[in-house]
């Protein structure tokens, strides 16, 4: 157990539509990032909040946005999903302090775009 | 694209030691090595991560070698809960892009 919480577990939409994860993070910790990870592969970093403000993004279009609340929970938002965009999304949360941070991550959100 | 490279798979006995190995030949030197573990249907957890000395924790060890270009992670024990996908990833600048490749799949068998 990590102490974080994302929900739901499961979705499924359809292509077009858009979508809202949420992440509760860790008691203490001030960072959150989202991750994507694909079938059968690794995941991928999306971006990172810090201050309820985005401080790093991977390679990802514009559609995919966030948000982080004064209490460091964070959202994920997906617009004008494709059926690229099926995959489990993980959110991660640590304490921002330089190149040593762990990452305690959830156990994720199942989207599936039909 | 990930800065590491390791076997596929890898299997083990139980209550022996598991080595698992990674090259990050492209590493920089104020880059650390981590290393996270993923059981079936949930998130990766966190297991251990260095700069340029040896660690040690109550889950694990990793040595690093004395150019930083590979690492081995070390499970003292291995049990059958020790199964899982295993990733050895360099982070990448000041924020948390953690370059994950497709990891080693560890299986501990009896």
């Known amino acids: 157990e990590t102490g974080v919480t994302q929900s739901p577990t499961h979705l499924i939409k359809t292509r077009g539509q858009q979508v809202t994860l949420r992440c509760s993070s860790q008691?203490?910790?001030?960072?959150v990032s989202w991750y994507q990870q694909a079938l059968g592969q690794g995941p991928q970093f999306i971006f990172q909040?810090?201050?309820?403000?985005?401080?790093g993004r991977g390679n990802f279009p514009p559609r995919f946005s966030g948000l982080q609340f004064p209490n460091y929970s964070s959202e994920l938002n997906v617009n004008a999903l494709e059926l690229d965009d099926s995959a489990l999304y993980l959110c991660?949360?640590?304490?921002?302090?330089?190149?040593?941070?762990?990452?305690?991550f959830g156990s994720g959100t199942q989207l599936s775009v039909l | 694209d990930a800065k590491t490279t390791q076997p596929p798979s890898m299997d083990c006995a139980e209550g022996r030691a598991a080595n698992l190995p990674c090259n990050h030949s492209?590493?920089?030197?104020?880059?650390?090595v981590y290393w996270y573990r993923q059981i079936h249907s949930q998130g990766p957890q966190y297991i251990i991560h260095?700069?340029?000395n040896n660690e040690t924790n109550e889950m694990a060890s990793l040595i690093i070698t004395e150019d930083r270009k590979s690492s081995t992670l070390i499970l003292p024990h291995a049990t059958l809960r020790d199964t899982a996908v295993y990733y050895c990833?360099?982070?990448?600048?000041?924020?948390?892009?953690?370059?994950f490749g497709a990891g080693t799949r560890l299986t501990v068998k009896p």
């Open positions: 991660a949360s640590s304490l921002y302090g330089g190149r040593g941070e762990k990452l305690f």
């Open positions: 008691s203490g910790h001030n960072t």
């Open positions: 492209t590493i920089s030197g104020n880059e650390y």
């Open positions: 260095g700069l340029k």
């Open positions: 990833i360099v982070r990448v600048g000041l924020n948390n892009d953690m370059r």
């Open positions: 909040y810090y201050r309820e403000e985005e401080n």
